[in-house]
């Protein structure tokens, strides 16, 4: 997975202590409503208000929460990074220990379920609570590398008096989220953090580095996986006449017969051998097998999904389809997300031009834009239609937004969701009827 330009902590050219006082005199201000010497960068400035809406004190910020040691571990044995922890800790931990700094590894909910690194470091971190079992994001501890990159999706570097907490003002961290590479979801993240002495850009480059090396060796693992599914099945495979697919547990296809293979196929929520109506192949009958499921699809149809949900109000989109065979559950990738709420705004629909100026600000990535439509239509065939692009006129289209505007979507610098941002918060009927706002 790519990720788009670092955005460091230190400019170009800056002397590092000299910076880290400019940004306390910039903390100091902020707090007080007077106008500081420099400017929050925009991720930070968006944090900062998130805190104030928590109600974050920053001098006296919460002790993070701790769980038990059996749930840690119960969380560890749960976490499908526990399949790249030795990579990461070869990839990190030696620089780690050398550099002064400790490596961290969460969950998706900011839960630090690994620590290695540094004794003197681990000594302070014992102090501000940057221990294994403690959540450390943004609504537990405030502005950090960690809570703000799983708020956002992407690499972040806080430095000093950038954290909220003043407690915090004498680390520098870099995090970068790990997302499944199977179907962009949250896994949890990779951090390094050290005294604000140690800061240089390079951190964050080597942080992103090792959480794209992690989610490639994830990919590896998945495709081995696939792999043996499909020698698994190939002698059931080999007598059959009709059309169908092999896939693994969460829908992936390892083989097919008498039918275009589909990448993956969205399998309802609770599965059970029977028939149901799968998006993109219409009713199937599905029979289990070891690590996965048989496929067939029936030529007669029945009734179609009725509604269809996009939840944006936690921290992982989530798009849930409902009908009368079932449900299906589907975490779409930041971009798919986009383009969803987009589509769910026009109901009408738009054209791969009309979508590339509403993602990116300008025409010129028409075929990017229909590249993503190809994929996001493979699992969500049947309910999102072409030409133009729009959700099926047989379905409702319901959106759940989060209680503040600006937690829509934070991560995304798309000017149709920033123009959408605005008009909620002004509530001008930006968004259609139908649409639920979280409580």
Do not use: K
């Amino acid at each position: 997975m790519s990720f788009p330009p670092l955005d460091t902590a230190l400019p170009a050219g800056v002397d590092a202590r000299e910076h880290a006082l400019a940004l306390r005199r910039m903390h100091d201000a902020s707090l007080s409503g007077r106008p500081g010497p420099v400017r929050p960068r925009p991720v930070i400035e968006d944090s900062w208000n998130r805190m104030r809406r928590f109600g974050i004190d920053p001098d006296a910020g919460p002790p993070p929460r701790l769980v038990s040691t059996d749930e840690l571990h119960r969380r560890r044995q749960e976490s499908p990074i526990a399949e790249v922890l030795p990579l990461i800790r070869r990839s990190l931990v030696s620089v780690a220990d050398e550099a002064d700094h400790i490596m961290l590894v969460t969950d998706a909910s900011g839960q630090i379920l690994w620590r290695d690194g540094s004794h003197r470091m681990r000594g302070v971190g014992d102090r501000v609570g940057l221990v294994e079992g403690s959540y450390w994001n943004e609504g537990s501890t405030g502005t950090n590398a960690i809570g703000t990159a799983l708020v956002v999706g992407r690499p972040v570097q806080v430095y000093s008096a950038e954290h909220f907490v003043r407690s915090l003002h004498t680390l520098t961290c870099a995090c970068a989220p790990i997302h499944d590479p199977r179907d962009g979801r949250l896994l949890g993240a990779i951090d390094v953090t050290g005294p604000v002495s140690t800061i240089h850009p390079s951190t964050l480059a080597l942080v992103s580095a090792v959480a794209q090396l992690a989610e490639a060796h994830l990919q590896s693992i998945h495709h081995t996986h696939l792999e043996r599914l499909r020698a698994v099945s190939a002698p059931l495979l080999a007598g059959m006449r009709e059309r169908a697919l092999v896939v693994d547990e969460t829908g992936w296809t390892a083989a097919a017969v008498n039918m275009e293979p589909i990448r993956r196929v969205l399998l309802p929520t609770h599965r059970e051998s029977g028939t149901a109506w799968l998006p993109a192949l219409g009713e199937c009958s599905l029979e289990p097998l070891p690590g996965g499921w048989l496929v067939r699809p029936r030529p007669a149809e029945c009734t179609a999904p009725s509604v269809v949900t996009l939840d944006l109000s936690g921290p992982a989109p989530e798009v849930t389809v409902e009908g009368s065979s079932g449900s299906w559950a589907h975490r779409p990738t930041p971009r798919h997300a986009e383009l969803l709420l987009l589509l769910a705004v026009h109901r009408s629909g738009r054209t791969a031009a009309e979508l590339s100026t509403d993602v990116f600000g300008a025409v010129g990535h028409v075929v990017t834009v229909r590249a993503e439509l190809s994929r996001l239509r493979r699992h969500l065939g049947g309910i999102v239609e072409s030409r133009p692009y729009r959700f099926s006129e047989d379905v409702v289209v319901r959106v759940v937004l989060p209680d503040f505007p600006e937690d829509l979507l934070p991560g995304s610098h798309s000017p149709g969701v920033r123009e959408l941002r605005s008009r909620v918060g002004s509530g001008d009927g930006a968004v259609p009827l139908g649409v639920e706002v979280a409580t």
